[in-house]
């Protein structure tokens, strides 16, 4: 938990406490220390980018990436690629690497400790969270609890306030000096880094060679079940080939989106169960793509809740419903549920 500096105690707000929930149309909430809280909603379009942001420079490596994965994605259009196999890969792969590794792993429980679990099962989930290549579970929780810290203002890191596509994809290719090198950003992960296995992953971008080896492994394994299956290498090769093209690329391509469309159409459409101060919504088609984490709204009233759906009935939260039962084997303890605090507005 960051608390924030040199700030007067009326917006002493803790990174990961819930928000007062204030209801659509009321003028203002009580904080904990008794002060009121009058929402201002930012306008689009109404925000400068981060003054760290270094306009004259782009990230290379983060644009030369994300435009290889595309081009390398568009051979799925090649029909020699293509197998039924391949494209429920992609579905699969995102609930495996991007709902589990990203949704529940970097986000619930490194980024806001909604749950507790044994070091080895954090391990894992952060593993299979690297397999979507969006960077080092470190600088990911450090962007992300900025984002907390600062939402849809100046100093937010990614908001589709100062402009859509800036929020979506733009902010990736731009040098943001805050998180470019790990002693600008390692005040937000403290925590992560006190583990060995975090810093191993950083040092060295340790973590692009296991989204590189896990996919070797998937076109290894997808040679040898196609190779056993059709009986010659060809078939073999065929069929490597298309869970490669598939189930890595595509889905790759396809987790991107759907986490970035957080960040983006998250904040620009969609309802509100809980007037919060800045422009987060819950988004249908982000929610049932992500498997959960489209509910942003009620994710940013209250953030080291588990739960980002299930604030109404009809809110699918895939990824929560996986938390529940790994609590009930007794693989993770101490589920946050939503605050009492919190009373949804009328829809």
């Known amino acids: 938990m960051i608390a924030s500096r040199n700030r007067p105690n009326r917006s002493a707000v803790m990174l990961d406490q819930p928000r007062p929930a204030i209801a659509a149309g009321a003028i203002r909430a009580e904080l904990p220390d008794g002060s009121t809280l009058t929402p201002a909603l930012p306008r689009r379009n109404s925000l400068r980018r981060p003054a760290t942001v270094r306009r004259d420079r782009i990230n290379w490596p983060y644009a030369t990436g994300v435009v290889l994965i595309h081009l390398l994605a568009c051979l799925a259009f090649l029909p020699w690629f293509f197998s039924w196999s391949g494209v429920a890969a992609v579905f699969v792969g995102n609930y495996l690497f991007c709902s589990l590794g990203i949704g529940a792993g970097y986000h619930r429980c490194l980024a806001h400790r909604a749950f507790g679990c044994p070091k080895w099962f954090e391990h894992t989930l952060t593993i299979l969270g690297v397999c979507t290549l969006q960077d080092s579970p470190a600088r990911w929780v450090a962007i992300h609890r900025a984002h907390h810290r600062h939402p849809d203002r100046d100093t937010d890191p990614h908001s589709p306030l100062a402009g859509f596509l800036w929020g979506h994809i733009g902010w990736l290719f731009a040098v943001n000096s805050q998180f470019e090198q790990?002693?600008?950003?390692?005040?937000?992960?403290?925590?992560?880094?006190?583990?060995?296995f975090h810093k191993a992953l950083v040092r060295n971008e340790f973590w692009f060679f296991v989204y590189a080896a896990h996919a070797l492994a998937i076109l290894l394994i997808a040679f040898l079940v196609?190779?056993?299956?059709?009986?010659?290498?060809?078939?073999?090769?065929?069929?490597?080939?298309?869970?490669?093209?598939?189930?890595?690329?595509?889905?790759?391509?396809?987790?991107?989106?759907?986490?970035?469309?957080?960040?983006?159409?998250?904040?620009?459409?969609?309802?509100?169960?809980?007037?919060?101060?800045?422009?987060?919504?819950?988004?249908?088609?982000?929610?049932?793509?992500?498997?959960?984490?489209?509910?942003?709204?009620?994710?940013?009233?209250?953030?080291?809740?588990?739960?980002?759906?299930?604030?109404?009935?009809?809110?699918?939260?895939?990824?929560?419903?996986?938390?529940?039962?790994?609590?009930?084997?007794?693989?993770?303890?101490?589920v946050r549920r939503s605050s009492k605090k919190l009373e949804p507005a009328a829809v």
């Not at 005040?187 to 060995?196: E, I, N």
């Open 182 to 196: 790990v002693p600008s950003y390692e005040k937000y992960v403290r925590d992560l880094f006190r583990d060995p």
């Open 226 to 334: 196609g190779w056993f299956w059709g009986g010659t290498a060809s078939a073999g090769a065929q069929f490597g080939a298309s869970l490669l093209v598939w189930g890595v690329f595509v889905r790759t391509v396809y987790s991107w989106h759907v986490t970035w469309g957080t960040n983006s159409a998250a904040h620009f459409w969609g309802y509100r169960n809980y007037e919060t101060g800045e422009n987060s919504r819950n988004n249908w088609l982000i929610a049932l793509t992500s498997n959960g984490d489209g509910w942003h709204n009620n994710h940013h009233a209250d953030p080291r809740c588990a739960a980002h759906g299930f604030h109404r009935w009809w809110e699918l939260d895939v990824t929560y419903l996986t938390i529940l039962i790994w609590e009930r084997i007794g693989l993770v303890w101490k």
